[in-house]
């Protein structure tokens, strides 16, 4: 069992709390805040809407199952053990690129993607695997940033751009092969990436639960809690 | 002088009409319409703002100017002959990207740019060449697009993204330098290319004006109107 006494707390977001341990790790606290606008869940939010009960230690779940394939597969991530007892994730310490650079993976036009290029495409069309990047700004409700903007602000710099890029897309690959297993479509997912600095390259970071992605079974949405349930039954 | 009589209003813009010759080129009527917002021009908005008496003269005029620069570099363009004292040009036949793109090359933080990153750069700063596109779509405010959301929505193929590119690139360049020599700093300039469809190649299309670009004189924004008399001045 973690104990979270001997911890202190050096941040706390939206969706989790993270407390600093004194051999350097940290701790995630997986809340059970959702994103989302006036009551109702949305994986594009960028604040809290509303708190479901069982939503942190669920995507506690999921996330640690994803992390523990990844890992498997060689994929570098800053996941260390879960306990899911306490809704705590131990994880390396990591340096984010700039505040924070959210990496989307689309498979499908919905969400922001949509809104933006409706002109172009329709609602639902397959446009994928394309990714895109976005700054964690809640004043700017995260802005879309091009390669060479991320570039020129030394965000990233050009060899990380196409570690970061190359990487969403195995991963999301992996996640999108899971779910169909289970009958599922994954639509669009959200990763972030930070420099692990202790083995000092780039793996990914937070979490990979259905908070961070659009999941469907034929045209039906999955909630997180439920996508969770059908990917960890047997 | 220019005949509007025989020829067809096939679109009126913003700041623009569009007519169509019998011999397939078209005819461009510049107006005394420029983009702003509540009476003040600004050249990153994206509909009509205010009337000022001469500004599509003046438009027209410094575009003449900068068309037959470009053509004299052998730099491709719509561009065939202008008459002053109707307002119009006379170009080439083009179509499109899509429904229109727009390409940006920012030599300075602001504007749209330093809204969407001001998280990371301070309002002014250097940071160009650095080129960006937006969709023309009033709707949507002329949305930021990403190159490969160019590539998968079809808009561009990849070659004619690097071409458009570079394009802007060498043109802004050009502007930059014209306008350095009269002591004015270019913030930044709007383009539009098309595919000039009788010689079916890229060019670069619609106008070249102080409606397209923010120039300084140290610290001080030069308008529309004074930019082309500073810039025609002997």
Known sequence: MVNLRNADLVYSGKTKDVYKLENGNYILKFKDDVTGEDGVFDPGANKVGLTIEGAGKSGLKLSTYFFELFNKKGIPTHFISSDIDSNTMTVLPAQLFGKGVEVIVRYRAVGSFYKRYALYVEEGAKIGPYVEFTLKDDLRDDPLITEDALLILN????????????????????????????????????????????????????????????????????????????????
Chains 1, 2 share one sequence.
């Open 155 to 234: 965000i990233m710099n050009k060899e990380e751009l196409s570690k970061v890029k190359a990487m969403a897309i195995e991963i999301a690959e992996i996640v999108k092969e899971e779910l169909s297993k289970k009958g599922i479509e994954l639509y669009d997912i959200k990763f972030e990436f930070g420099r692990i600095t202790i083995e000092n390259h780039i793996g990914l970071i937070d979490e990979v639960s259905g908070g961070n992605m659009r999941a469907y079974k034929g045209d039906k949405y999955i909630d997180p809690l439920t996508l969770e349930k059908i990917m960890l039954s047997k």
